[in-house]
């Protein structure tokens, strides 16, 4: 009988050599717990987190806290931070919006422009894009609510360093005079300069649709809706026939007449500096 070879088949047929893939097999084994960390053999040699210390409370507040409120003089000395730039360094612009803001609570305390009666100075009404506008009595006789004589009219302020006011006059009072007239635009009786201020003298308003939508719970009837609807359309239809667009039509620039008035349901639009 032969021998048998080592790797040779026995009588049953079974391989007692072992296979290349099976050799493969435990070399890769062999590799991985060579590569195992101490860490997961030994579990003392784990590296502990370290314990950052308790920060300290909060001390309180002392000092008062600074107005968040955004002002031109706060934007220009923003800009100047990023850029590097001093005060005297400032561009124009920025002077401008700091010197106008310096100039609103400068506003006189009388008024008399353009042949116009003498007029006292009393609340503010509200701003506009660049000007604003307060309520103005006459100092002495007058009568009415509406038109020249009348006792209170609406004076329009803005300041000459105002954008508006770059070539001399508003823009604006070439717009209200090209407009004199129409249905739903205010009229202008008196305009002129007063120290370092231009100013309209105006029909006095009522509230604007904004104060209205806030004043009665921020619901309207649908009949209301529907008078406004066509009445500003109407108005903007008119100022695009003689060829000038709003530029800032909202709520805040739509006024009703003045209450006691036969135009008190009327509809007007205000604010025609960003025409």
Same mark, same amino acid.
């Given at each position: 009988?032969?021998?048998?070879?080592?790797?040779?088949?026995?009588?049953?047929?079974?391989?007692?050599?072992?296979?290349?893939?099976?050799?493969n097999?435990?070399?890769?084994?062999?590799? !991985?717990?060579?590569?195992?960390?101490?860490?997961?053999?030994?579990?003392?040699?784990?590296?502990?987190?370290?314990?950052?210390?308790?920060?300290?409370? +909060?001390e309180?507040r002392?000092e008062?806290?600074?107005?968040?409120? *955004?002002?031109?003089?706060?934007?220009?000395?923003?800009?100047?931070?990023?850029?590097?730039?001093?005060?005297?360094?400032?561009p /124009?612009?920025?002077?401008? +919006?700091?010197? /106008?803001?310096?100039? !609103?609570?400068? *506003?006189?305390?009388?008024?008399?422009?353009?042949?116009?009666?003498?007029? @006292?100075?009393?609340?503010?009404?509200?701003?506009?894009? $660049?000007?604003?506008?307060?309520?103005?009595?006459?100092?002495?006789?007058?009568?009415?609510?509406?038109?020249?004589?009348?006792?209170?009219?609406?004076?329009? $302020?803005?300041?000459?360093?105002?954008?508006?006011?770059? $070539?001399?006059?508003?823009?604006?009072?070439?717009?209200?005079?090209?407009?004199?007239? !129409? @249905?739903?635009?205010?009229?202008?009786?008196?305009?002129?300069?007063?120290?370092e201020?231009?100013?309209?003298?105006?029909?006095?308003?009522?509230?604007? @649709?904004?104060?209205?939508?806030?004043?009665?719970?921020?619901?309207?009837?649908?009949?209301?809706? +529907?008078?406004?609807?066509? /009445?500003?359309?109407? !108005?903007l239809?008119?100022?695009?026939?003689?060829?000038?667009?709003?530029?800032?039509?909202?709520?805040?620039?739509?006024?009703?007449?003045?209450?006691?008035?036969?135009?008190?349901?009327?509809?007007?639009?205000?604010?025609?500096?960003?025409?």
């Open positions: 009988m032969r021998r048998l070879r080592s790797g040779s088949k026995h009588a049953t047929g079974v391989d007692t050599a072992p296979s290349d893939k099976q050799t097999n435990n070399k890769r084994r062999a590799n !991985i717990s060579d590569r195992t960390p101490k860490s997961a053999e030994n579990p003392s040699h784990r590296t502990r987190s370290k314990q950052l210390p308790a920060k300290a409370p +909060a309180p002392t008062p806290r600074k107005s968040s409120r *955004v002002t031109p003089r706060k934007v220009a000395a923003h800009m100047r931070g990023r850029t590097g730039q001093t005060e005297k360094e400032a /124009e612009e920025d002077k401008a +919006a700091v010197k /106008e803001e310096d100039a !609103i609570a400068q *506003v006189p305390d009388k008024c008399q422009v353009g042949g116009s009666p003498l007029y @006292l100075v009393e609340k503010k009404l509200g701003k506009g894009g $660049f000007g604003q506008v307060y309520v103005g009595r006459r100092a002495q006789g007058g009568s009415g609510k509406d038109g020249q004589n009348a006792l209170t009219v609406a004076l329009k $302020f803005e300041h000459r360093s105002s954008k508006g006011c770059n $070539f001399g006059p508003p823009y604006e009072w070439s717009v209200y005079s090209s407009l004199g007239g !129409i @249905l739903g635009v205010p009229k202008v009786h008196y305009k002129g300069r007063q120290g201020y231009y100013v309209m003298v105006m029909d006095m308003l009522g509230p604007s @649709l904004w104060d209205i939508w806030n004043t009665q719970g921020q619901v309207m009837s649908q009949e209301m809706v +529907a008078c406004i609807a066509v /009445e500003s359309l109407t !108005i239809e008119k100022l695009h026939a003689k060829g000038y667009v709003h530029g800032d039509v909202k709520p805040e620039n739509y006024l009703l007449g003045q209450p006691g008035t036969p135009h008190e349901k009327r509809l007007y639009l205000v604010d025609l500096g960003l025409v």
